[in-house]
T-cell receptor, first 113, second 115 residues
Framework: DTEVTQTPKHLVMGMTNKKSLKCEQH?????MYWYKQKAKKPPELMFV???????INESVPSRFSPECPNSSLLNLHLHALQPEDSALYLC????????????FGPGTRLTVL | AQSVSQHNHHVILSEAASLELGCNYS??????LFWYVQYPGQHLQLLLK??????LVKGIKGFEAEFIKSKFSFNLRKPSVQWSDTAEYFC?????????????FGIGTKLQVIP
């Protein structure tokens, strides 16, 4: 299995809702990533997990809360989002943190009303 | 902080034309370089990568890229494009940043191939 899967594909939520994005990989990768991609922009790194521990938080607002329950799963919990948070949220994984290409999932298209 | 520059934001070519997309990065030390492609409605896929060794790297679907260290460049090329190459292309650099390894993407180049 060489895929990174993400659910849901699309999500529409209000500013008071709580929702979660899920990411899964079964390639034995030990590093997992969350990126945010706005229209016509490159992916921007949000969080990095290495061996299930948060390694990097790119100064992301606390309304985004990542979680790595095990080495195959990565969640992104959303609460009190703003309309400007609407974007494509990409998950990626790699064998390790350093000098390895990342495998990307298809993304979750999030719309905040 | 490292940065990645892609000079062509939107390129329109006819089928069979040759392609070259420019990419320059700012970090002066050891880097790993990548080109990713995003076909319409699909997710990011790796086209090719450079870690070390031969600076001319061959990737999937007939693409190649050349790493020129002195110019901090990693340009993507294809001798003859096809309509199916219509996609967005991102150059990316993996290099130390703020004490850890970080992948930074360029702004992307949208390629449109006309049949």
């Amino acid at each position: 299995d060489t895929e990174v899967t993400q659910t849901p594909k699309h999500l529409v939520m209000g500013m008071t809702n709580k929702k979660s994005l899920k990411c899964e990989q079964h390639m034995g990768h030990r590093a997992m990533y969350w990126y945010k991609q706005k229209a016509k922009k490159p992916p921007e790194l949000m969080f990095v997990y290495s061996y299930e521990k948060l390694s990097i938080n790119e100064s992301v607002p606390s309304r985004f809360s990542p979680e790595c329950p095990n080495s195959s799963l990565l969640n992104l919990h959303l609460h009190a989002l703003q309309p400007e948070d609407s974007a494509l949220y990409l998950c990626a994984s790699s064998p390790g943190l350093s000098y390895n290409e990342q495998f990307f999932g298809p993304g979750t298209r999030l719309t905040v009303l | 902080a490292q940065s990645v520059s892609q000079h062509n934001h939107h390129v329109i070519l006819s089928e069979a034309a040759s392609l070259e997309l420019g990419c320059n990065y700012s970090y002066g030390g050891t880097v790993n370089l990548f080109w990713y492609v995003q076909y319409p409605g699909q997710h990011l896929q790796l086209l090719l990568k450079y870690f070390s060794g031969d600076p001319l790297v061959k990737g999937i679907k007939g693409f190649e890229a050349e790493f020129i260290k002195s110019k901090f460049s990693f340009n993507l090329r294809k001798p003859s494009v096809q309509w199916s190459d219509t996609a967005e292309y991102f150059c990316a650099v993996n290099a130390p940043s703020g004490g850890y390894q970080k992948v930074t993407f360029g702004i992307g180049t949208k390629l449109q191939v006309i049949p």
